[in-house]
């Protein structure tokens, strides 16, 4: 059309379909396009696939910004169901309790794109959270997870719920993203306020260990202790202008129907952190004033009930000043095998945030109770003190305590920081205090720990060399002050000051030996690990090699019986060439592997190089075993490590590559191998993709221990005979040891389309110092 038919149709169109604004929009836009003398940016609807799969790579992530969207929504619970979702093409439904949106939220917020609105209210508006999903990805997060989208949204002022369906598969290249429009109606409240995201036609699958990642991946905004009864009249009734509601914290659960239609929680608070404490500790105070305490652990077998005084030599005092309390801890004692290693690495994580016990007064949270380093139970400074040696910190409790305090025995300070500090107070510290040293002692006699610093026990000590030369500095200072009360003879007690001195001085010096002797130690671990690494790259590559040197034999023998036939002669020598060559690229990059370790020096590694490296002497033996492995993909680039030995990330990607070979064989069909790289929240990442026959769910933490294999032969024989790739068990817990040990991680994650398997290693980048150091 031109201009003069845009214009007259558009005339036509706001005199007669005034109300067809798509129409309006489109021929508006085209008219604008015939201006000479000004231009314009315009958006092409395909942006929104090419953001979604740039800015939210994987199931996790995106599931994750939704959550943390419920979160910066003010919810206070939120769940997630996943139907039919064990295949491609199921339904995910988002439900929180948060203040919703209205119509002007949801058309500037949700729907504009590079929104502002965090930038402006960096805060929440009820409870003042801190937000924490990253800007306008939410939009991009459903589009990545599901081709449909459909929203119910509420307020609690508003009359009727707002419903928003939008097609994801509409918003393809060659329209312009202004001209593609979105049925939004009115429809009745499904409940007071909050927001119900479902998405339909799921792009990918959703496995139990899949959902429960997500709830591991989620984990840091989510607070992991009981909740304080809220009633809904407390939490929705207007407060005074200088009136603040306290935060009531974020539960988010995640469920799954099954065939029969049955729901099945599969993450919650309980299931993922409650369930692996050691212990769980209850407390009250009983109508009489008497505190009484539960001790429950099914891992020791404890239950029991107990009685607490007021004074400690007497467990029939009432406490005076307290009535109506109530509060629970769950323990943790962590790198002692008592927590699944799956959970026991995000308890810890949460435990440094978290950890603690908070306090409750009727129904609110009381800061800083509990808050991070706030010691108000002084648990830190008695570990500190070492009067009783089982671990009893803050980080080794999530618990909560509840108040309710309708006569104002607990008084708020003036700063409305803290609660007064009066003798219902002091008796409370007192009470929980006792009861939770009550519970830590009782489960340490149930492991037979060692509980004071002067037990002993036959046979074997219960401390370390370092906890024991600390009792012995410490025994000399107290003897030492007891010498300075002592009267007698002065130059007498010069010669014992200077003994004790000198004592001392020598006790120092083999505490400081000590500490060398364990750094040397760690260095001796960590060669090991690296010449272990290479002994098993270096195995793999000789089991490797008997497959060239077999078809090499195959090919020297085939030429000497036909030597004179030279048409065959030269097809079988092209061949030879092409094995030969490949053994050759093949065998260099070992060498250079072996050669990598003459020299110990860590440095920064570009992991995409070392990745591409890897991949141009490998994939000429992926293409003979019948394998594409696709040139590796980078999604960012300067992907610089934090220092590292080159060899461990051969070590890496030849068990990778090695594995994932094997479970393509056990496929008995063609495969495909994928690696990607790139960066994530001050991480770099490798997820290494095959199409073999994947990872059970009972196996996905157990491929990580050592001497867990599912390809070892059970003789000898059976070695020599097979021409498959021996497991040892050891190959990806050493790569685990080398990924921890720089402070990073590995996991299965689930696969990306078309994929079975994929392993995701994160290890943190080279800061701007090293950087710098090493001239990058």
């Not at 979702?85 to 209205?102: A, E, Q, R």
Request: charged share 30%.
């Amino acid at each position: 059309m031109n201009e003069e038919e845009i214009r007259k149709e558009l005339t036509d169109t706001l005199t007669n379909d005034s109300d067809n604004y798509s129409k309006i929009l489109r021929l508006s836009t085209a008219l604008a396009g015939f201006d000479l003398e000004n231009v314009r940016f315009s958006v092409d609807a395909g942006v929104i696939d090419r953001l979604g799969t740039e800015l939210v790579a994987r199931q996790e992530t995106a599931v994750s910004e939704l959550v943390k969207n419920s979160y910066d929504a003010d919810a206070r619970n939120v769940s997630l169901i996943f139907k039919n979702s064990d295949l491609i093409g199921g339904t995910l439904v988002i439900n929180d309790d948060g203040i919703g949106m209205n119509r002007e939220q949801l058309v500037n917020g949700f729907m504009r794109i590079s929104s502002t609105d965090k930038l402006h209210n960096p805060l929440s508006e009820r409870f003042k959270r801190k937000r924490s999903g990253q800007k306008g990805i939410g939009r991009f997060a459903v589009q990545r997870l599901g081709e449909r989208l459909t929203i119910i949204t509420q307020t609690l002022n508003s009359p009727k719920a707002l419903k928003l369906i939008i097609e994801w598969e509409r918003y393809k290249g060659d329209i312009d993203l202004v001209n593609i429009a979105n049925s939004i109606v009115e429809i009745e409240k499904e409940k007071e306020e909050g927001t119900t995201l479902i998405i339909d036609n799921l792009r990918d699958r959703w496995s139990q260990a899949a959902i429960k990642r997500i709830y591991r991946y989620v984990s840091a905004i989510i607070q992991p202790f009981p909740l304080s009864t809220i009633t809904k009249e407390s939490a929705s009734q207007k407060q005074p202008a200088d009136c603040e509601i306290n935060d009531p914290g974020f539960k988010s659960i995640f469920k799954k129907i099954e065939e029969n239609n049955k729901v099945v929680t599969i993450a919650d608070e309980t299931s993922m952190i409650y369930d692996h404490a050691l212990a769980t500790i209850d407390g009250w105070i009983d109508d009489s004033g008497l505190g009484i305490y539960s001790i429950e652990s099914q891992k020791l077998d404890i239950n029991e009930v107990g009685q607490i005084g007021s004074d400690p030599d007497d467990n029939t005092v009432p406490f005076s000043q307290l009535k109506h309390v109530r509060f629970r801890a769950y323990y943790y004692v962590y790198n002692l095998d008592l927590i699944p290693k799956m959970h026991e690495t995000t308890i810890k994580s949460l435990s440094r945030k978290m950890g603690g016990i908070r306090l409750y007064r009727n129904g609110f949270r009381v800061l800083p109770y509990g808050e991070t380093g706030n010691d108000w139970l002084k648990l830190d400074a008695s570990i500190v003190k070492r009067s009783i040696l089982p671990v009893h910190g803050n980080n080794n409790f999530f618990g909560f305590v509840e108040l309710t305090d309708t006569e104002k025995v607990f008084n708020e300070t003036s700063s409305r920081e803290g609660l007064m500090e009066n003798e219902a107070f002091i008796q409370l510290q007192n009470f929980i205090y006792r009861t939770l040293l009550t519970g830590v002692i009782r489960t340490a006699e149930e492991r037979n720990v060692k509980i004071a610093s002067g037990q002993r026990k036959d046979g074997k000590l219960y401390e370390k060399i370092e906890i024991r030369i600390k009792d012995i500095a410490h025994t000399l200072e107290a003897l030492d002050r007891e010498l300075e009360k002592e009267e007698g003879n002065i130059e007498v007690k010069k010669r014992r000051k200077k003994k004790i001195d000198k004592l001392k001085k020598d006790i120092q010096q083999v505490a400081e030996l000590q500490k060398e002797e364990q750094k040397t130690f760690l260095k001796e671990k960590s060669m090991l690990r690296v010449l272990g690494s290479v002994g098993l790259t270096i195995g793999q590559f000789i089991h490797e090699v008997k497959d060239y040197i077999i078809n090499m034999e195959s090919d020297i023998t085939f030429l000497l019986e036909k030597l004179k036939s030279d048409d065959v002669i030269m097809r079988r020598l092209l061949i030879l060439d092409k094995n030969v060559t490949t053994f050759q690229s093949y065998t260099s990059y070992f060498d250079k592997v072996i050669s990598q370790n003459v020299v110990r020096d860590l440095v920064p590694i570009e992991l995409q190089n070392a990745i591409e490296k890897f991949w141009v002497s490998i994939k000429n033996d992926a293409q003979k075993s019948g394998i594409v492995f696709n040139e590796p993909k980078r999604q960012s680039v300067y992907l610089y490590t934090l220092p590292m030995h080159p060899s461990e990330w051969s070590s890496i990607l030849f068990n990778f590559y090695t594995n994932s070979k094997k479970a393509i064989r056990r496929t008995k069909s063609t495969g495909e191998i994928s690696i990607e790289c790139g960066f994530h929240e001050n991480l770099i990442y490798l997820e290494f993709s095959d199409t073999g026959d994947g990872i059970s769910e009972e196996n996905e933490e157990k491929i990580f221990e050592e001497f867990f294999t599912t390809t070892s032969p059970n003789i000898l024989d059976e070695i020599d005979t097979s021409n498959e790739i021996t497991g040892t068990g050891l190959g990806l817990k050493i790569v685990k040891d080398i990924v921890s040990s720089y402070r990073g991680n590995i996991q299965v994650v689930s696969p990306k389309h078309n994929f079975n398997t994929c392993l995701r290693i994160e290890i943190p980048k080279a800061t701007d110092k090293e950087l710098d150091k090493y001239g990058l």
